[in-house]
């Protein structure tokens, strides 16, 4: 390797510490506590997730004195691992920096030391409770700073000081402002601000995720997962950058970094995709979009599945229910937008190192797909033959049975030789053979059958389910080579094992330290959720923002988006979704009430979500597409602008399944639906991707394109072509409200538009959608969803409003009145304007089929 890949390697190394792990890497006695202290945090965090203490009735701790703990680490960490400055040295802690990490650490740490003192005295601090909060919070901002750059901490110190200039505000903005000990106290005190929600979040959930996928990756998953997707699909037109995609895609289940994500699969991908004829620009690139569309990708998300949990009040399984489509037709998209390129520039893929007949390559593959069905089949039905059997014991067995299946893989595995990462830059690259590849690793995908078991199965909490899979993950680290060692019959069995432990050590340790930015940055995040709740300027930004999109929803949504756009540039994706989600997300789905849009909560929170993500890579400050630009020697700016293009296609889909939320798998009531929305959905995507490319058999015409860009249209929303033609609700008046609640099939919802005077003395009108439970008369359904009616003459108004109820929660108060009932309209299936743009998209594709023919003879004659 020469002085400048050298040079390269450590920029990009240096680039992922710094934003990911802290930069700094002392000797002496500063790296054993730098490489202990990490250890130390994340046996707390197994210890906390456990049910030993429990069981032990040892170590029993509450949610706020665990988050206390919890970003006590993390504000230790960040002054210890992370420098001061970018010129600051790296090789030495400073006292300063000592002083620092254990005055912060005790500030945060405070909860949990003085926990009880604190109960007694709840909303009445002392003096010296008030300087530590004021220390802990500029300690915070601090640290903040340092591990994840200026932004966040500025936008946390602009709400700050906006909670205490309330009165010197703009009028729109105004409050009545907060004094030093009630700020400090809310914030810090309390689990309203700092140790709020997304803290807890990072506490229970994200952290043993992180080192869940920290564990499979020192395990080697991450160097099988990119071998498997270049061993499958390598051999097609740009190959590489095929493989590229879906190896981000898998190490989307074990990284929740773009960046990180960049770097594993990408110094080896760029190289390969270079070669075999993309430009350095778009190698990096596709790298940066497959690695930020890595976030979206179920189960993990990065963090946003946890707090969405948290925030929409709906449970993880439906969290990645919703998410899971929008996900696979954007990596679909993707993997599409490479073979345009590549067919575009006319690319091969590359060799085989052996050329197997159709029908070998069938018997692998059916080989290896059957394999894993056999396991999949043995992990779910013995699980479900041992819960019947054995009772309260089936749990000992299962995990028996599932070390068993282990060892049996392991020693399957054991009969391929073990996978060595290729250098992409050797003068021949051929593919590695696809059944020897697989099989060499399917141990890998143990623990996630055990998460995934965990999570859809037995619906542990998302925290105990990650505990079990890192449990699990856990005896891989330690026993995968000494076990290889012994069935190959080769290896020192003895430097087998020293080597897993010190797999386990680093593993431990890199997971901690990539978990420094989150517990930082949710906390960070938390002051802006306590200035909310403080100040009450979500009310203010329904107003604000309402004021200028002018009522439109639309208008509203392209706002939010650009908002997420403007942080996520220097805010990483957690904190962005945090904070736009708690600013937005309500102001959405009032706005779209009042104009008659319903809009689901997790739908708004996914689409503030997708835009964060996409900050990852639009310039100036995508972080991602600097990563990839170093490896690939390409500008960064226009990497990361080649990158937002291929990302179009993320960035439609938000604005898609807000107006059509089957999308994320809402209101689908048959198998039929079912199947035709993701037909409709991945369709769509790909003629929207041929349509930006400006390519699809041949090159497109501009009429071509807007053709295909109406058909994309079309499949996704074809509820806008139908609404012109056949209006899908009808009006009935108020006084109906009984009948027609006896007629809603059970468990379904009655619309109707409300209106009333809310708390702040303001006229309020709105959709609303009251669900009514089991059948019954009209009366008594409506009773049960906590809604009393009287008659005034020709009025319908609410005479009660019970207490907790979903009449309550959808903000219906006393004395207000059902305006109209607003029933949906008997209508043929709107799923018909798919047959017109079907017809559209065959006639260009014969269009486009005869241009290329005709290209194709031009080529032949000359």
Not at 131 to 154: I, N, Q
Not at 624 to 651: E, K, L
Not at 803 to 812: K, N, T, V
Not at 828 to 845: H, N, Q, S, Y
């Amino acid at each position: 390797m020469s002085h400048n890949d050298d040079t390269a390697e450590k920029e990009i190394q240096e680039l992922v510490a710094s934003s990911d792990s802290g930069a700094r890497d002392p000797g002496g006695l500063p790296g054993k506590i730098l490489l202990i202290t990490p250890v130390c945090w994340a046996l707390f965090q197994l210890w906390y997730a456990s049910p030993l203490p429990f069981l032990l009735n040892f170590g029993v701790l509450n949610d706020t004195e665990a988050r206390s703990v919890h970003l006590a680490f993390a504000i230790f960490l960040a002054f210890t691992a992370y420098p001061a400055l970018s010129s600051s040295r790296r090789d030495l802690i400073p006292i300063q920096d000592w002083l620092m990490a254990l005055v912060g650490a005790f500030c945060a740490g405070y909860l949990f030391l003085f926990y009880a003192e604190l109960s007694d005295r709840a909303g009445s601090p002392t003096q010296f409770d008030i300087v530590t909060a004021v220390a802990g919070m500029l300690l915070l901002l601090e640290a903040t700073r340092r591990a994840l750059g200026p932004p966040l901490m500025v936008v946390a110190s602009v709400f700050l000081i906006y909670t205490f200039a309330g009165p010197y505000m703009p009028d729109v903005i105004a409050h009545k402002g907060a004094s030093l000990n009630k700020t400090m106290s809310h914030q810090w005190l309390t689990t309203e601000g700092v140790f709020g929600v997304a803290l807890g979040v990072s506490t229970s959930f994200v952290f043993l995720f992180v080192l869940f996928g920290a564990l499979l990756d020192k395990a080697g998953a991450g160097n099988y997962f990119i071998k498997v997707a270049f061993s499958l699909l390598g051999h097609m037109r740009g190959g590489p950058a095929k493989a590229a995609v879906v190896s981000s895609g898998l190490s989307g289940l074990i990284s929740g970094s773009s960046i990180a994500n960049v770097v594993t699969t990408g110094t080896f991908t760029i190289p390969l995709m270079k070669r075999v004829g993309f430009p350095g620009t778009k190698a990096g690139a596709v790298e940066v979009a497959a690695s930020t569309n890595g976030q979206l990708t179920p189960p993990i998300m990065g963090a946003a599945a946890f707090l969405m949990v948290e925030y929409v009040g709906i449970s993880y399984v439906e969290v990645i229910t919703h998410a899971i489509l929008p996900a696979l037709i954007s990596y679909i998209a993707l993997i599409y937008i490479v073979h345009l390129e590549a067919l575009k520039a006319n690319m091969q893929g590359l060799p085989r190192r052996t050329n197997p007949t159709l029908a070998q390559s069938l018997l692998s593959f059916l080989t290896t797909f059957l394999g894993i069905c056999i396991i999949a089949a043995v992990v779910y039905y013995g699980v479900g033959w041992t819960k019947d059997l054995f009772g309260g014991t089936a749990t000992l067995v299962l995990g028996l049975l599932i070390c068993l299946v282990y060892v049996l893989l392991v020693r399957y595995s054991a009969q391929y030789p073990e996978l060595q990462m290729d250098d992409p830059n050797a003068e021949v690259v051929e593919l590695p053979e696809v059944g020897p590849t697989v099989k060499s690793g399917l141990y890998y995908l143990l623990p996630i059958f055990v998460l995934v078991w965990c999570l859809m199965v037995e619906r542990f909490s998302p925290g105990l389910s990650a505990f079990w899979a890192t449990l699990f993950m856990i005896v891989i680290v330690i026993t995968h080579r000494p076990l290889l060692a012994l069935f190959r019959h080769q290896g020192d069995l003895k430097c087998a094992v020293y080597r897993g432990l010190m797999e386990l050590f680093d593993g431990l340790a890199s997971g901690a330290r990539n978990m420094i930015g989150i517990g930082v940055a949710t906390a960070a995040a938390g002051i802006v959720v306590g200035t909310v709740t403080l100040t009450g300027i979500g009310l203010v930004m329904t107003e604000f923002v309402e004021f200028i999109s002018g009522g439109s929803v639309l208008l509203m949504l392209f706002f939010t988006a650009l908002i997420s756009l403007i942080l996520g540039m220097g805010l990483p994706t957690t904190a962005n979704y945090i904070v736009v989600s708690t600013l937005m997300a309500p102001v959405i789905v009032n706005l779209g009430a009042a104009h008659g849009l319903i809009v689901p909560l997790i739908a708004v929170h996914l689409f503030v979500f997708y835009f964060g993500i996409l900050a990852d890579d639009t310039p100036p400050v995508g972080l991602a597409a600097f990563a990839a630009a170093a490896i690939a020697r390409s500008d960064p700016i226009r990497t990361g602008i080649q990158g937002f293009t291929y990302d179009i296609r993320t960035a439609v889909l938000p604005f898609m399944f807000i107006f059509n939320t089957q999308l994320l798998l809402i209101g689908i009531d048959s198998v039929l639906s079912l199947l035709l929305t993701i037909f409709s959905a991945i369709i769509a995507m790909l003629v929207f991707a041929a349509a930006t490319q400006g390519f699809w058999l041949v090159k497109t015409r501009w009429w071509e394109t807007i053709g295909l860009l109406l058909v994309a249209f079309s499949l996704f929303r074809p509820g806008f072509w139908w609404d012109e033609v056949y209006p899908p609700l009808v009006e009935a008046p108020a006084a109906e409200i009984n009948q027609r609640a006896e007629q809603i099939a059970p468990d379904g919802n009655l619309r109707m538009r409300v209106s009333g005077i809310n708390l702040d003395g303001d006229e309020v009108s709105k959709i609303v959608l009251l669900p009514l439970g089991e059948s019954g008369d009209g009366e008594t359904r409506l009773t049960n969803a906590g809604l009393m009616l009287r008659q005034d003459d020709d009025r319908t108004v609410v005479d009660m409003v019970a207490f907790g109820s979903p009449a309550q929660e959808l903000g219906i108060d006393f004395d207000w009145e059902i305006q109209q009932l607003l029933i949906d309209a008997e209508r043929p299936p709107k799923e018909l304007v798919f047959i017109p743009a079907l017809v559209l998209l065959g006639a260009l594709w014969i269009g486009q089929r005869r241009r290329r023919e005709q290209q194709s003879q031009a080529a032949t004659a000359t």
